[in-house]
C-alpha cells in the first residue's frame, strides 16, 4: 500500500513565521527552514525574538486564524486523500494550527507542542528529533510504500528516507544542491507523481 507524506507550511497552507513577520512588522521572523538547515538553531533564534518582543501566542494565533490553504490546496488534499493514505509530517505546533488544519478538512497530523505559560512562549517540546524521517522509516517497517514531498531544508531527511520523494516548490539553492530530486511547481505535477504506477 502506498502512503503519502507532505510537509504543511510551503506545501499546504502559507509559512507562518513570514505571515507573523509581516503583521508585526519584525523582518528577522522571516527566517524559515527554506533558509536554515537546523531546525533547533531557527527555533532558538524565532523563541529568543518572541521573548525580546514579548509577543504572545494569541498574538500568533490570531495571524493564523486570517490566513487560508494555499490555492488549490483543498481540492488536492481531498483528491489525495480519496485514493491514498495521508500523514503531514511538520515541524508546526499543535497550540495554534488547528484553524487551518480545520480548513483542510483534518487530515492525518503529527508536529510538535510549546511550552506555554500566561500566554507566552517558553520553549518548545518537539515529538521526537528527526521526527519525519523515522516516521517515514517506522512506516516502511509495517510494509507501507512511501511517497514524501517537501519544500525545505528541514524535509531533507524525509525524503531521503522515502521510497520516492519530489520537492514542491522549494528554493533554488536546494534544486542546485540536491539535482537528483524531482520537483514539482504545482499540484497537478505533484498529484501525477504520486499516482504514477510504476514509482
Excluded at 480519496?82 to 515541524?91: V, W
Excluded at 520516492?164 to 520537483?183: G, S
Aim: hydrophobic share 40%; net charge negative.
Amino acid at each position: 500500500m502506498r502512503i503519502v507524506c507532505l510537509d504543511l507550511e510551503g506545501v499546504l497552507i502559507p509559512e507562518i513565521w513570514i505571515a507573523f513577520a509581516e503583521k508585526t512588522g519584525v523582518q528577522e521572523l522571516t527566517r524559515t527552514t527554506r533558509d536554515e538547515s537546523n531546525y533547533t538553531i531557527l527555533m532558538e533564534y524565532r523563541l529568543d525574538i518572541l521573548k525580546k518582543n514579548n509577543f504572545t501566542l494569541s498574538q500568533i494565533k490570531e495571524v493564523i486564524d486570517s490566513l487560508e490553504p494555499l490555492p488549490g490546496a483543498i481540492d488536492f488534499t481531498q483528491h489525495l486523500r480519496a485514493k491514498f493514505e495521508l500523514i503531514i509530517l511538520s515541524d508546526t505546533f499543535r497550540e495554534f494550527i488547528g484553524p487551518l488544519m480545520k480548513k483542510l478538512g483534518f487530515p492525518c497530523l503529527f508536529c510538535h507542542e510549546l511550552e506555554v505559560s500566561n500566554d507566552l512562549i517558553h520553549g518548545i517540546k518537539l515529538r521526537l528529533p528527526d521526527h519525519k524521517r523515522k516516521s517515514v522509516q517506522y512506516l516502511q517497517k509495517l510494509n507501507f510504500e512511501v511517497v514524501a514531498a517537501g519544500d525545505s531544508y528541514n524535509d531533507l531527511d524525509m525524503l531521503k528516507a522515502a521510497n520516492h520523494c519530489m520537492f514542491f516548490n522549494p528554493p533554488d539553492r536546494l534544486i542546485q544542491e540536491y539535482p537528483d530530486i524531482p520537483v514539482g511547481r504545482n499540484y497537478e505535477q505533484l498529484m501525477s507523481y504520486i499516482e504514477q504506477p510504476s514509482l
